[in-house]
Antibody, heavy 116, light 107 residues
């Protein structure tokens, strides 16, 4: 059974940093691209970052480029999202997602609240 | 960036009714279109990929179609468990954009 379990969320002040983790199980992690997708309270879905299966390439939308960094440790089956210079508009539930073209598996999500 | 225009924003339908949701892509995305269902308080789940292929475990009353750059999700006979928010997503090129969502309610 595919499982994606996110951790690391919480309350953080504007301008500070936070690092999310996602532990994957039930599939061969290093065969898949992985992504982060977020959902602000009461809003729709926004793709945040993707990383190739080897970790050699990463992709971001303009809204987070230069502030967020996606990375992975294939030996530990773990995906990361380093978030710097956080803003109030980054407040959202962040989902770890497996990519196989579409996002075929989603984690339960972790809440990040950016507020003073 | 590719824009995905999803309609309607909300929809009220009766049990056993046929429901159709559409997404219009701002440019050619081929069959790189997916549909997701999000039930209240839950993570989104993949319903349809490649515009027309049913994801594992998804009931056959769900179907997807394509006409040029317009994509449709059809529920042939609405059930109680189908209530939620539906999103389309283009996976053709980054940034991978989602439609704004369609909130489906029971009449």
């Amino acid at each position: 059974e595919v499982q994606l379990v996110e951790t690391g969320g919480g309350l953080v002040q504007p301008g500070r940093s936070l690092k999310l983790s996602c532990v994957a199980s039930g599939f061969t992690f290093n065969n898949y691209w992985m992504s982060w997708t977020r959902q602000a309270p009461g809003k729709g879905l926004e793709w945040v970052a993707s990383i190739t299966n080897s970790g050699g390439s990463t992709y971001y939308p303009d809204s987070v480029k230069g502030r967020f960094t996606i990375s992975r440790d294939n030996a530990q089956n773990t995906l990361y999202l380093q978030m710097n210079s956080l803003r109030s508009e980054d407040t959202a539930t962040y989902y770890c997602t497996r990519e196989s073209g579409p996002f075929d598996y989603w984690g339960q999500g972790v809440m990040v609240t950016v507020s003073s | 960036d590719i824009q995905m225009t999803q309609s309607p924003a909300s929809l009220s339908a009766s049990l056993e009714e046929i429901v159709t949701i559409t997404c219009q892509a701002s440019q050619d995305i081929g069959n790189w279109l997916a549909w997701y269902q999000q039930k209240p308080g839950k993570s989104p789940q993949l319903l349809i990929y490649g515009a027309t292929s049913l994801a594992d475990g998804v009931p056959s009353r769900f179907s997807g179609s394509r006409s040029g750059t317009q994509y449709s999700l059809k529920i042939s006979r609405l059930q109680v468990e189908d209530i939620g928010i539906y999103y389309c997503q283009q996976a053709s090129s980054a940034p991978y954009t989602f439609g704004a969502g369609t909130k489906l309610e029971l009449k």
